[in-house]
């Protein structure tokens, strides 16, 4: 039996209907993290993730942490041999029942036009399913894995994975591996296999002033009173510019290393028939789209109010507000993002607006395994091996994820091969999957599962 044989035995799980029928059952979950009636859900859906990883050999037992559950499951073949860890998260965003196209329910797997619909096909649950699969085509084709799996779900990503942090402190030993692989986010592109290596940083904060306690008649007033909203307009102009780039010093990289431009050299950000039409001005100058999005940060003010938008008065009001967000990337300290902006403003004039972080508290560490690590080479020969098409390599997801828990806590190198793509619709209505876009990736997953389990082909082990 070969490796060919273990990439055609997962294609065929998919013709024959089987990984339709894993994907349906449990898409028929709602397990809405973001909603507290769902606690139920939540346990139900780590019930089902159980039973499918114990017919894989694994053992498998739920672990707490600041009040979140966790699915650890582990199936050892030799401690000499590779262990691999692997991550998926079975919550998903709100399901939007009402929204979707055709009377759809969310909770109701639909094939239509050559794709799966269904809240969680692409985010998370169609991808972690992808790999298990994998994995079992694989097991079933060699007899064993060829090394050590250790599979961490969560159940909580979408509402900043509370107690992953705690978790992978407290059971640290339990968790070594040598490697991690896990599927999340998007594609560069539908047709264009991706790996990536890391995740952009993320801050989320607020910026206020607060003038007096009421809003004062605008004819009688006016000219003899400050005006918080020109004051918070002045102070975004003070962040950033009218073209989008960044104007704090502390909140960018010192420069975008070569071998980040070398690898999005051939990458071109898409989102396809339905994605938006990219703002070429827009942002850093002198970067591609692809350096800008997956190299530098970007600023973004997500949401702004000042006095009363659907009925105005003629008053000046007595406060405005903004909330806003940085994405950045390695490079950048995350703990001095908010006292740069608060001296930034000073230094302008404006030290009356106030700078506090968000009440959800959104913050991200920013890494990123560099492309030219052994790991990141391997993983990209494996890819070109089962596709021969050239995978797109990009330092660092755009958007944020909890990498660096598996990166700088548990030390590991991380790949990240995402199932889904741009237009994928994850977090809206029609949330769905290409059934060719799955064809591909449970190949791609059969084939670098089996590669795991040639030591002599793996790139050298850097352990503890």
């Excluded at 979140?68 to 073949?77: H, K, N, P, T, V």
């Excluded at 000499?80 to 860890?85: G, N, P």
């Excluded at 619909?117 to 992808?130: C, F």
């Excluded at 030993?173 to 290596?197: M, N, Q, W, Y």
């Amino acid at each position: 039996m070969s490796r060919n044989d273990a990439i055609s035995r997962a294609r065929s799980h998919l013709e024959s209907g089987g990984f339709e029928t894993v994907l349906s059952r449990l898409v028929a979950i709602p397990s809405e993290s973001q909603n507290p009636e769902r606690k139920r859900q939540l346990a139900e859906y780590l019930d089902q993730l159980r039973c499918i990883l114990e017919e894989l050999g694994c053992d498998c037992q739920v672990l707490a942490a600041a009040g979140a559950q966790f699915l650890y499951a582990e199936r050892i073949e030799d401690p000499s041999l590779l262990t691999v860890l692997g991550y998926g998260h079975g919550d998903v965003v709100r399901g939007m029942d009402g929204s979707w196209a055709a009377g759809r329910s969310p909770w109701r797997l639909a094939k239509l036009n050559d794709r799966w619909y269904g809240r969680g096909v692409a985010d998370n649950k169609g991808q972690h399913v992808i790999n298990i699969a994998s994995l079992r085509a694989v097991l079933e084709t060699r007899g064993r894995l060829g090394f050590n799996l250790k599979y961490l779900i969560e159940m909580g990503e979408e509402v900043d994975s509370p107690g992953l942090r705690e978790l992978c402190t407290t059971h640290k030993k339990l968790l070594c591996a040598d490697i991690f692989v896990a599927s999340d986010g998007p594609r560069l592109s539908e047709h264009r296999p991706t790996v990536f290596l890391g995740s952009r940083g993320c801050v989320t904060f607020d910026i206020s002033i607060n003038a007096r306690q009421s809003a004062y008649h605008s004819g009688n007033w006016g000219g003899l009173l400050s005006d918080p909203a020109i004051q918070l307009a002045h102070a975004l102009a003070a962040i950033v510019s009218p073209t989008g780039r960044i104007l704090i010093a502390e909140w960018l990289p010192s420069e975008l290393p070569d071998s980040v431009r070398r690898v999005l050299a051939d990458c071109v950000v898409d989102g396809g028939p339905d994605g938006p039409e990219i703002d070429p001005a827009w942002g850093e100058p002198g970067l591609t789209p692809a350096e800008q999005v997956y190299g530098w940060c970007s600023f973004d003010v997500l949401a702004i109010s000042c006095g009363n938008p659907q009925a105005p008065v003629n008053a000046i009001p007595a406060s405005a507000w903004a909330r806003c967000q940085l994405r950045f990337v390695v490079g950048v300290d995350c703990e001095d993002v908010v006292p740069a902006l608060r001296q930034h403003l000073a230094k302008a004039g404006l030290d009356m607006v106030q700078v506090t972080p968000s009440p959800e508290d959104d913050v991200f560490l920013a890494t990123r395994l560099d492309p030219e690590d052994p790991w990141a080479k391997w993983a990209q020969a494996s890819i070109v091996r089962t596709t021969r098409k050239s995978p797109a390599v990009l330092p660092n997801f755009a958007g944020s994820l909890p990498n660096d828990i598996f990166a700088n806590l548990l030390n590991l190198p991380t790949l990240w091969v995402p199932h889904a793509y741009p237009g994928c619709h994850q977090h809206a209505a029609d949330e769905h999957l290409p059934i060719e876009l799955a064809r591909e990736a449970l190949e791609i997953m059969a084939g670098l599962y089996w590669d795991l389990g040639e030591l002599d082909t793996l790139p050298p082990v850097r352990r503890g």
